[in-house]
């Protein structure tokens, strides 16, 4: 019964790739998150997303774009794949700003991105 | 945004008791949380606080001054699996509403 879950754990590819990453999660949460995290492991966010907004980190490439088919689901794809984007790519969710002031987030075990 | 500063790495004995500080700069505090992560695996939260105080859980404990920009997550009877990267997020009331993290405190327990 895994809460937040992603696919694929480890991801080896090419320069120049368009590669997508999956995330699910069953806690029943409206908010979900992307993050990277650097060699430095410094967590950075990436979006913000529940049905009703997305919010970009606006340091973001626009070849990283997010995709939510459903409420449970939020994926990333990335587009032309630069040595840069190599890090680990974290999922999360939260109950959202309604659930109150904790709003706790839940993380994904990650996803090992290397770019070639 | 804020600005959030902790020790890179400390290092502890097993069964002592260490602090690891956290110092931010926000316009508007709403919330600092503490998150453990083990190498290769995800973060997990660990506490919350918003109001002043200490919030006590267990061996770990987590101490927030509003006034001061600061909170310490204080860990009691270190065992060798706390060595671990720990993480201080603080929300900002402005509109994300989403924490910014701390580049984290790798913390090494030694027997």
């Known amino acids: 019964d895994t809460a937040?879950?992603?696919?694929?754990?480890?991801?080896?590819?090419q320069m120049g790739n368009d590669k997508s990453i999956k995330c699910e999660q069953n806690l029943g949460h409206d908010t979900m998150y992307w993050y990277k995290q650097d060699s430095k492991k410094f967590l950075k966010i990436m979006f913000s997303y529940n049905?009703?907004?997305?919010?970009?980190?606006?340091?973001?490439?626009?070849?990283?774009s997010p995709k939510s088919p459903d409420k449970a689901h939020l994926n990333l794809h990335i587009n032309s794949l630069e040595l840069g984007d190599s890090a680990v790519y974290f999922c999360a969710s939260s109950q959202g700003r309604s659930a109150g002031a904790t709003d706790t987030q839940y993380f994904g075990p990650g996803t090992r991105l290397t770019v070639l | 945004g804020q600005n959030i500063d902790q020790p890179?790495?400390?290092?502890?004995t097993e069964g002592a008791i260490v602090q690891i500080n956290c110092t931010y700069q926000t316009s508007g505090f709403n919330g600092l949380f503490w998150y453990q992560q083990h190498a290769g695996e995800a973060p997990t939260f660990l506490s919350y606080?918003?109001?002043?105080?200490?919030?006590e859980k267990g061996r770990f404990?987590?101490?927030?001054?509003?006034?001061?920009g600061y909170?310490?997550?204080?860990?009691?009877?270190?065992?060798?699996?706390d060595s671990a990267s720990y993480l201080c997020?603080?929300?900002?009331?402005g509109g994300s509403y989403i924490p910014t993290f701390g580049r984290g405190t790798s913390l090494i327990v030694h027997p």
Do not use: C, H, W
């Open chain 1, 51 to 64: 049905n009703k907004e997305l919010i970009i980190n606006e340091t973001v490439p626009n070849r990283f």
């Open chain 2, 71 to 81: 909170s310490y997550l204080l860990l009691k009877e270190l065992q060798m699996k």
């Open chain 2, 61 to 68: 404990s987590s101490f927030l001054s509003r006034s001061k």
């Open chain 2, 49 to 55: 606080n918003v109001l002043d105080g200490l919030e």
């Open chain 2, 8 to 12: 890179t790495e400390m290092t502890a």
């Open chain 1, 4 to 13: 937040v879950s992603q696919t694929p754990k480890y991801l080896v590819t």
């Open chain 2, 89 to 93: 997020a603080v929300r900002d009331r």
